[in-house]
């Protein structure tokens, strides 16, 4: 690669375009750092998968029955609810599919203390 005039030509490297069919291009909005927005992308998907592993290791703790990640994510977090409002509380109604796999966790992370968390 010595001897190139240019650097490499990556996707996310800086490189502001000169033209842009015939005509100097408009500059429509700010420049972003591509590479600070694949780390932040990075790490809200690991932080996304260390949840909903987290929500598969206490599922199995509590129902004593093995689960992948994807079943978790269709039968657990992806059920159909509603939010109900009312003046002091609000009340979330889950399908009742789901409601048992709800309660059982619910009542599983209830039962954890700090200690077990750290």
Not at 69 to 94: F, N, S, T
Request: aromatic share 6%; no cysteine.
């Amino acid at each position: 690669m010595t001897g190139w005039p240019w650097g490499p030509a990556l996707s996310s490297a800086r490189r502001p375009k000169s033209n842009y069919q015939g005509h100097p291009p408009v500059r429509r909005s700010v420049s972003i750092d591509a590479f600070a927005n694949n780390e932040v992308r990075l790490l809200l998907n690991a932080l996304a998968y260390d949840l909903v592993h987290a929500a598969r290791v206490l599922l199995e703790q509590a129902t004593v029955e093995g689960r992948g990640l994807r079943r978790v994510r269709e039968r657990v977090l992806k059920v159909a609810a509603r939010v109900l409002l009312h003046a002091r509380r609000v009340v979330l109604v889950i399908a009742r599919e789901s409601a048992g796999l709800w309660q059982k966790s619910w009542t599983k992370l209830g039962s954890l203390s700090t200690a077990h968390l750290t």
